[in-house]
């Protein structure tokens, strides 16, 4: 059985796909915790499905390093085998990462390289792209920027919205994650070598 901290910003909709497949008890995942940055609207799905919560507002620490550090220091207390960073909008430092590597891993709405960062789905509408999709990645120290571990395309249609298209994304996303921490759970996908 795989553990997992899930960390979120915002609404939490792939969270809530994945504390859905969690409850299942033929899924080979649980999830020990899942934190925020502050009081996100996802912390409700955890709490929905009696999994612990925490939060640790970066506003209350002198420097991202200090922060991020509080954040390391309740993750550790869990132990878990994995960290998946579910609309987790915060750039982690360096130390934060090396302590999680490889078990740390982001859900990005784009196929990346192309559209890293905040707005991916704005920034492929206004170049024009025809596809984009859900990647899945290695977290390392730049944005957006670790080895894919697992991509899912999705054509862009004429005319629609940045909103209509986060929307479409979203849909893939919560599958592709669920089946992804499936996959790393029952050892099909092997983050050390990928990491290599």
Known sequence: MLSIVVLVSG???NLRALLEACDNPLYPAKILAVGADSAAAGLEHAEE???PTFVVSEGNFDSREAWAERVLEHIRFLKPELVVLAGFMKILPEAFVEALSPGLIN???SLLPDFPGANAV???LAAGANKTGSTIHLVDKGVDTGPVISQRELEILPGETQA???ERIKVIER???VDVVKQIAVQEIKLEEIAR
Request: charged share 20%; proline share 6%.
């Open 11 to 13: 609404s939490g909709s």
């Open 49 to 51: 499905f009696g999994v």
């Open 107 to 109: 859900l990005h709405p």
């Open 122 to 124: 704005r920034d492929a």
């Open 164 to 166: 209509e298209l986060h």
């Open 175 to 177: 599958k592709h994650l």
